[in-house]
Structure formats: C-alpha cells, structure tokens
C-alpha cells in the first residue's frame, strides 16, 4: 500500500515537473517571424512554416518546446546547427512565438473554388 501511494506521488511530481519544464519561454511573434526570414528559416520550412521537400512542416502543430528547442541546437539530418553564440536563447523563444502563432488555413470544403 506504502508503495502504491509512494509511486503515486511520485508520478505526480514528475509529471507536474515535466508540465512546468515544457513551457516555452515568453517570445514575441513579430521579431520571430524577422528572425525567421532573416535567419532564412523559410528556404526549407517555406515562409509560414508549412515546409517544403526541404524542410518539415512546424506550423500550424509545432513541436512542444524543448523538443523545437532540442532539434534547433542539436539538428537531426542536414539542418544546420544553431549554437547560442548564433541564436539566442530569447531569439529562439521568439522564433518558437511565431510558429506557434500560424494558424491553421481554412479547409478545402470551406474554400468555394474547391468545392467542385
């Protein structure tokens, strides 16, 4: 019985902790959308982060934060690494703002010249 409520809270506790750890930080939408296309994000991700045969898709459904974070300072496959002496810890909340504010497009059957 112990060991059940000792298990318990701690499942809990790890996953209150994991719920705080994954919030991203504050980020402005507007300064990471310039950062976006300055930093020429939008060559493989497409200018909305929609992606292209280059790039994955990051909007509307972004990764949770530490996952973006992770694949932004630590790459999988050919993307480029971006260390914090390149991209700081605050531009990177802002680029993660302003994926996260890409709203999803309407779908097809709300768009009259697809309907037929």
Not at 15 to 25: D, G
Not at 64 to 87: D, G, I, K, N
Request: aromatic share 8%; net charge positive.
């Amino acid at each position: 019985m112990k060991r059940t409520i000792v298990a318990a809270i701690a499942g809990a506790f790890a996953a209150a902790s994991f719920a705080v750890a994954a919030q991203a930080p504050a980020g402005d939408a507007a300064r990471g959308k310039d950062h976006f296309m300055k930093g020429m994000c939008y060559t493989c991700h497409g200018t909305a982060g929609l992606g292209s045969r280059y790039g994955p898709q990051l909007a509307p459904h972004p990764l949770p934060w530490e996952a973006f974070a992770h694949q932004v300072r630590q790459p999988r496959a050919s993307m480029p690494r971006y260390v914090p002496q390149t991209l700081s810890e605050q531009d990177l909340a802002d680029i993660y703002a302003y994926v996260v504010s890409v709203k999803p497009g309407p779908k097809a059957g709300a768009i009259p010249l697809l309907k037929d």
